[in-house]
Every structure is written in structure tokens, then in C-alpha cells.
């Protein structure tokens, strides 16, 4: 997908801007947020509304975003709890939070008695550490904590201190702190590291212990998931598959066949990007029983390369990718299935061709597995039943389109049933239906014109509640531009909203299905984490940051309007104006876009701190999504499908005119930007709509779409052979001559999604066509154009709209 999740999304990189959990997020042990998604680089940061009247307020600027260090800002998303983890057994929820006093510390917690939580802390461990090598029954950390003293804000005097105690100290190493925990799978106990040490924490008797298991004996194994019963871990090494036995400290080589291109359980680039959305390389399945597992064998051979080079050394090096683009060969790939005690692979037969295969899993009970297979131009997808014994497949599930068709997730079984929840837009818009293996057509749980949110990059929107015999969905049925969670009964009827606050909601559900977490945001809220019920009540709250929280600095708060169109068809936008906004005045405006089926700009959720910042230099920020964008079914989407740049340059049109008839804005200073698939759609709107905007600033952006890979861009595109001219009238490099505004281009030299390629050859053609640009070219630099090199970008862009469109301000 495009998109540095930073943002994560179609040509994928919907950096809706949410600048603050990214490169500037200063918490050593927290992922980052994202992406996303960079829709996630940038998605929107949510801040300030209301500020407390005793203290003056502050404009946010690029520094306040990247350097809040420098300015003495202090984050409160920072304090927020992360790394929320459920307990196979019952529904104990441990996560991590950063503290003034204590660092990071672990938290776990009982729903059932939410104001009761257990912590341990880095300086805990590290003090028990010597009794523990001395106890087989592990140690009760001293000096345990209450929560509420654990978390709460240090005094400024005491941070004072602290500070200048740091500085004394800032030649001695940093002190351990406690690594990411992970539930054991038949124990409420949780393993995490200490100090490259492995330990584990049982949270009932508050206790210390070691980890008894040995050392796999591969430094260098990835992808590792252990088994169902805790006894063994798989991984990959080498491109094999091997599993180490805990219990008699052996390991198991279960493949042989590993090579520099030929893949054992694990994905190649071009499916973790497009089909798992990067959650993870492993291509590999635990039978519920640990006794086997499937996995997918891919052949890379003859597969189109690119080399991306390291220029940081006298000597460059470079690396090879493995990078499938558009109309070449893919990986072929089959589906094994091997045991554990005679090791040998049985290879499954599907019974059909296919290019793909996708979202292999096993059913509750191990008796079966499902698999998904896609053609090349993917518009037919088919689910298979896989009987592990015969190895053979028994199609259960046919969905085809004229022009694609999405694939979402595996099938959700109904434990002790042959039952199972499906995803399918047959209606146009994605709607639950309820199958069996025993064949038929599904019934369908939900309908309507709206949809059923899809997994993406988030990785969650449906939970199945087995013993309830409800299934819990994320939807827009609300309205376009916001998600809610819904449950619905399996004999079917109206579904039951469960959140009832407009924004951006999620879930995250125990395995027991007694409680979820609903993290989400608006743009009143910049970030709340609650503890619900299955009805929906909030049990507790986990932690809230508010605009007041970020004061004396606040941030814009959005307009959202609908625009009209022809033959009754109506836009969702927003606009963001200055705080001391004057209708009188004539206003820039800068537009932000993406415009790919992977992302929505115009959402209800936390505002956006880049954006602040352009409003705080005097422009207008407009968002809008085209057709094209998702969450409005395919009605919205089909119509893009062999050409993705005509019809969203009407609809674009047709927001442009709206915007210039507003008597407050400047219709000869509009500048618009983009990333990856922004920058995309950033391109053409400059070359194919020459001046409908005066200026351009197209980061990361798929100048020809031949450049790209094969799964995105044929989903959309269809097979290029077929489609010449829409390749070419999707592309901005075929409109190099047809530019009239102001163009900035920038890109990561490194980057191994979208390829600087794509704009040497823009540059060239613009050269050649006698157009004048400005380039910005980031070595060492991936899709998301991270570390501190992103604070330059951004001054950059800053720059270049304040010239390109000050300067026609001074001409009039």
C-alpha cells in the first residue's frame, strides 16, 4: 500500500498527521502509534480547545511539534497507558505507562475490581534480582506501590532536581527498564526482559520469578509465535521453518528448502505490505493442539529487483530488494502442512490456479483449516476448507466483482459450531453474513448503505462472542467520517450501538469476551482509553488527555461541511481557520489530500498539529475526499477502478469552486500537499488541473504507476496490458508539460515502498518539458522520511507556500 504508515495507506501512506506519536514521541519503550495510516505519519494530533484564562496562549509551531524538549513542553500523551494486553485465561489486562518518578512501569489489572491495580517497577526488578538468582520460588519485589502514588506527577521542585541530577549523570548509562510483557498461554503470568535478563511476574502472588525456559539456540530466528500450549516456539531462520521443543530443550528443523528465494513461513515484501497490512512476516499457523502447523512456502525466483543504496559510507553499499512491480512475475506460493513428530510437509491441493494466497487459519477445534486464494486481477476470491489429513481443499465461499474485490480477514468460527462470520460487500456496502461449512448462502447480520469497517492496518474491528452468540463490529453507520462500535445477535435483528459519543471509537476485547477497550478521540477529545462492558458502560478510565491538557498551546479545531456535487452526490470536507479568523479578510488556502481506496482524510478525530501550524501562518486548511476514498461502500469506490485520476480531478473541481465562492478566501493563493498517495494525487492535481491550485508539495509520491507493485496497484489498475492508457492517465509523469503552478518534490532516497525512482524520472521529464521545481532528496531515508531530517522537510514546505503563495499575494 502506498503510505509510510505514518500514516499508513495506498500508494498508501495516509499521513493523516498525527505528528505527535511519531518520530518527535521521546517514550524510549513505546511503539509508536500510527499508523496509523504515515495514515498515519501524519494523521491529525489532536490538541487544545479551551485554555485557561490566567495564561496566555501559545501558537503551536513546527518546534512545539518536533522539539517540545527545547521549549521546556511537557506531553501529556506521554503518561497515557500503551501496550494493552489481555491474558489468554479469563480477562486480566496488563499494559505499560511512563511516570515522572518511576519510569516505565507494568500495570496489570482486574476489570472485575478496576480500582484495584497491580505495579511493578524497572527499580523493583533490578533490586530483586540478586535474592531471585537465590530463590527456585521467586521473590515478592519489595516496596510495592499503589497505583495512584506510582502515576502521580512529580512536584516541580523534585523535577528540578531530577533534571540536574540528569545532567551531572548524562556520561552514565541509561537504567534498564522493563520490555514489552506477553502473556504465558495456560498461565496468568507474564514474561518480559530485564537487562537482557528473561523474566516473569505472576501478578496474583506478586511474585518475581525466572524464566526456566533455555535459550533458543538461533540468535537469529524471527518471526517467533509460541504454541498454543506454551511447550514450543516456532520461527524462521534462513528462510526455514524450525521450532524449538522447551520442554526437552531441543530444536526441530521442520523445512530444508530455504533459500534466497525460496521463503518457509515467511511473507515477502509485497504481502506483508498490500495483504497483512505490515502486522507481521510470519507466514506460519499453530494447529490448536501444537502437534503441526501450515505454512506458506513462496518462490521468489525471477522476481523483479531494485537496488537502494546506503550512502552514509566512502564505500556505498547496496541492497537488493525483492520488489514485484507491476506486470512482471510474482511469487508463486503453495500451502503446506507439516507435523511435528514425522516433520514431513504435505503440500495442499486446492484444486484450482491462483495467484494468491491469503489469511490461512485453523478452526477452534484443529479439524480443519480456511485459506483464501485470489486471481491476478483480483475480481474473485474463493474460501477453502482444508482437510489436514487429505490435504485437499473444498471450495465453501465464492465472492466476484467486475472490478476487484477486497479481501479483509479470515473467517470468525463459531467455537463448537461449523458456523462461521464472513465479510462480504455483495451489496455493495460490507455487511457481516453468517455461513456454514455445510454450504448455502450466508445470512446476512447486517445491511444498509454504510459499511462494516475493515481490519487494515489497526488490525482490529470484529470480535465473535461465541457463548453470547454476538458478533461486535466497528461501522459508519453513523456517518461516514466516524466509527462506532455496534454488536449484533447471530439469529440477526437491528444491531445495538454500543458508543454513543461522536468521533473515532475501537475495541479491543478480552478472550473471554467479558470487557474491551475502546480507545478513541474527536475533535473535543484528543485521546480517551476506556474499560467497557459488553453493553457498553464504561467500567473505568484509563486515561484521558483533553485540549485544556496541552495549554498554554492549542490547536484548531476543524469545520466539517458537506459540499454538493452532480447528480446528487455530496463530499464530505473540513476547514481550519486561524484563531483570530476575520470574515472580512481574504485567506490562503492549503488543501491536504490523499485520495487513495486506503485512507480518509476528513475524520472526527483529534486535530491536527501541522495543520494548526499552517492556520497560525494565516492560511485556510481544507480537507476533502473524493470518490475513491473509502468508507462509503463501493459505490464511491468502483467508479476509480482503471482510471484513479479523472474522475477525482472533478470531484476536486467541483470542492475547489465551493471553496473560491466562500467571500473569505483567496481564490488566486491555493496551494494543496500530500504524501505517498497524497503526493500522487498532489502531482496530478498541479499537471492535470493546471491552475485550479497555484502551488504543490508532493512528498514520497508514485509519479508513473508501472513503478509500484503488482497487488495494489492491478487491484485498482487491473492487469497493465489490459490497460495502458489508464496507467498513463493515472500517472503525473504523462503531464509533466502541463504544469503552470509553484512544485515542490521531496523523497527517501532509501525508500523501499514507493522508490525514489519515481522521482528521478519526474524531475527528468519536468526538466525536459522546461518546468521548473524544487527537489528535496532525504539519503538513508525510507517512505516516512523519519528521525530528525523530518523537522527539515517540514520547514521546507513551510517555506515554499510561504513564497509561492506570498508571492501572488504581493502582485495583486
Known amino acids: ?203 496474583a502472588s506478586y511474585r518475581l520469578l525466572p524464566d526456566p525456559d533455555p535459550e533458543l539456540p538461533d540468535a537469529d530466528g524471527e518471526n517467533l509465535e509460541r504454541s498454543p500450549d506454551d511447550r514450543y516456539a516456532a520461527y524462521t531462520s534462513d528462510n526455514d521453518l524450525y521450532v524449538f521443543d522447551f520442554e526437552n530443550a531441543k530444536e526441530l528443523r521442520l523445512t530444508d528448502s530455504g533459500s534466497e528465494t525460496i521463503l518457509n513461513g515467511k511473507f515477502p515484501w509485497v504481502y506483508w505490505e498490500e495483504l497483512m497490512w505490515r502486522r507481521s512476516y510470519r507466514a506460519f499457523w499453530w494447529r490448536p493442539q501444537a502437534d503441526a502447523i501450515a505454512f506458506l512456502q513462496f518462490d521468489e525466483d525471477g522476481i523483479s529487483t531494485y537496488p537502494i543504496t546506503d550512502f552514509s559510507n566512502p564505500v556505498p553499499e547496496t541492497h537488493t530488494q525483492k520488489y514485484p512491480k507491476v506486470g512482471t512475475k510474482n511469487p508463486t506460493v503453495r500451502l503446506g502442512i507439516v507435523g511435528l513428530s514425522a516433520r514431513e510437509t504435505r503440500w495442499v491441493d486446492l484444486g484450482e490456479p491462483h495467484e494468491y494466497i491469503i489469511f490461512v487459519d485453523w478452526l477452534p477445534d484443529g479439524s480443519a483449516l480456511t485459506v483464501q486464494t485470489l486471481n491476478r486481477a483480483q475480481n474473485r476470491l474463493q474460501l477453502y476448507l482444508v482437510d489436514p489429513v487429505t490435504a485437499r481443499g473444498e471450495k465453501i465461499v465464492e465472492e466476484t466483482r467486475d472490478t476487484w474485490v477486497d479481501v479483509f480477514e479470515p473467517p470468525r468460527f463459531v467455537e463448537g459450531t461449523n458456523e462461521f462470520i464472513w465479510l462480504s460487500e455483495r451489496t455493495d456496502f460490507r455487511h457481516l453474513y453468517l455461513y456454514s461449512t455445510s454450504g448455502g448462502e450466508g445470512k446476512p447480520l447486517t445491511s444498509g448503505e454504510w459499511v462494516v469497517a475493515q481490519p487494515g492496518f489497526g488490525g482490529r474491528s470484529l470480535h465473535l462472542d461465541s457463548e453470547r452468540r454476538r458478533v461486535y463490529f466497528l461501522s459508519t453507520q453513523v456517518s461516514p467520517i466516524e466509527r462506532h462500535v455496534y454488536s449484533v445477535s447471530l439469529r440477526g435483528g437491528r444491531p445495538s450501538r454500543l458508543t454513543k459519543t461522536a468521533g473515532t471509537h475501537s475495541l479491543n476485547f478480552s478472550n473471554d469476551g467479558a470487557y474491551w477497550i475502546d480507545s478513541w478521540s474527536n475533535t473535543d477529545v484528543e485521546r480517551r482509553i476506556d474499560l467497557m462492558d459488553p453493553d457498553g458502560r464504561v467500567v473505568a478510565r484509563l486515561g484521558e488527555v483533553l485540549p485544556e491538557d496541552d495549554a498554554p498551546y492549542r490547536l484548531a479545531k476543524p469545520e466539517f461541511v458537506t459540499i454538493p456535487g452532480e447528480d446528487g452526490v455530496e463530499f464530505h470536507a473540513s476547514l481550519l481557520k486561524p484563531f483570530d479568523f476575520d470574515p472580512a479578510k481574504r485567506y490562503p488556502v492549503i488543501a491536504y489530500v490523499y485520495g487513495e481506496p486506503a485512507g480518509q482524510v476528513v475524520r472526527n478525530m483529534g486535530r491536527s498539529a501541522f495543520d494548526t501550524v499552517l492556520v497560525n501562518q494565516g492560511y485556510l486548511v481544507f480537507r476533502f475526499d473524493a470518490r475513491g476514498t473509502p468508507g462509503r461502500g463501493r459505490p464511491w469506490l468502483d467508479p476509480i477502478h482503471k482510471n484513479q485520476t479523472d474522475l477525482p480531478m472533478e470531484d476536486w473541481r467541483a470542492g475547489v469552486a465551493w471553496l473560491k465562492e466562500l467571500p473569505y478566501v483567496d481564490g488566486d493563493r491555493l496551494g494543496v500537499w500530500g504524501w505517498s498517495g497524497g503526493g500522487t494525487m498532489t502531482l496530478n492535481l498541479m499537471l492535470r488541473t493546471p491552475g485550479l491550485f497555484h502551488a504543490g508539495a508532493a512528498v514520497a509520491a508514485v509519479t508513473d504507476k508501472r513503478l509500484y507493485d503488482t497487488i495494489y496497484t492491478e487491484r485498482y489498475l487491473g492487469v497493465l496490458d489490459d490497460n495502458e492508457e489508464g496507467y498513463k492517465a493515472s500517472s503525473p509523469l504523462f503531464a509533466a508539460d502541463r504544469l503552470e503552478g509553484e512544485l515542490l518534490i521531496a523523497h527517501g532516497i532509501s525508500d523501499d515502498n514507493v522508490h525514489v525512482q519515481n522521482a528521478y524520472n519526474m524531475v527528468e521529464a519536468l526538466a525536459e518539458a522546461e518546468k521548473d521545481y524544487q527537489l528535496y532528496l532525504y539519503p538513508q531515508k525510507g517512505h516516512g522520511i523519519g528521525g530528525d531530517v523530518q523537522f527539515h522537510l517540514f520547514q521546507r514546505i513551510l517555506e515554499f507556500f510561504e513564497s509561492a503563495l506570498a508571492e501572488k499575494s504581493a502582485a495583486r
Not at 500510527?34 to 494530533?45: C, E, K, R, T, Y
Not at 501496550?83 to 489489572?109: C, K, N, Y
Not at 535474592?131 to 519485589?141: I, R, T, W
Not at 506510582?150 to 512536584?155: D, G, L, Q
Request: charged fraction near 35%; include cysteine.
Open 1 to 203: 500500500m502506498l503510505g509510510a504508515r505514518a500514516c499508513a495507506a495506498g500508494g498508501k501512506t495516509v499521513f493523516l498527521i498525527q505528528i505527535s506519536e511519531g518520530p518527535m514521541n521521546r517514550r524510549r519503550d513505546r511503539p509508536a502509534l500510527g499508523f496509523v495510516p504515515l495514515v498515519l505519519l501524519l494523521l491529525a494530533i489532536a490538541l487544545p480547545g479551551p485554555i485557561q484564562a490566567q495564561e496566555e496562549s501559545k501558537e503551536v509551531s513546527l518546534e512545539w511539534i518536533y522539539k517540545k524538549d527545547d521549549l521546556g513542553v511537557e506531553d501529556p500523551r506521554d503518561a497515557l497507558p500503551y501496550g494493552f494486553r489481555w491474558s489468554p485465561q479469563g480477562h486480566l489486562l496488563a499494559f505499560q505507562q511512563e511516570t515522572d518518578r518511576h519510569g516505565t512501569i507494568l500495570v496489570v489489572m482486574d476489570p472485575d475490581k478496576p480500582d484495584e491495580r497491580v505495579v511493578l517497577t524497572a527499580a523493583q526488578v533490578g533490586e530483586s534480582l540478586e535474592k531471585l538468582e537465590e530463590s527456585e520460588d521467586g521473590v515478592a519485589p519489595s516496596g510495592r506501590l499503589d497505583y495512584a502514588v506510582a502515576t502521580a506527577e512529580a512536584p516541580p521542585e523534585e523535577d528540578a532536581e531530577e533534571e540536574a541530577e540528569s545532567e551531572e549523570e548524562e556520561e552514565e548509562e541509561e537504567e534498564p527498564s522493563i520490555g514489552r510483557p506477553s502473556w504465558l498461554e495456560e498461565e496468568n503470568r507474564l514474561r518480559f526482559t530485564y537487562d537482557k535478563r528473561r523474566l516473569q511476574f505472576d501478578p
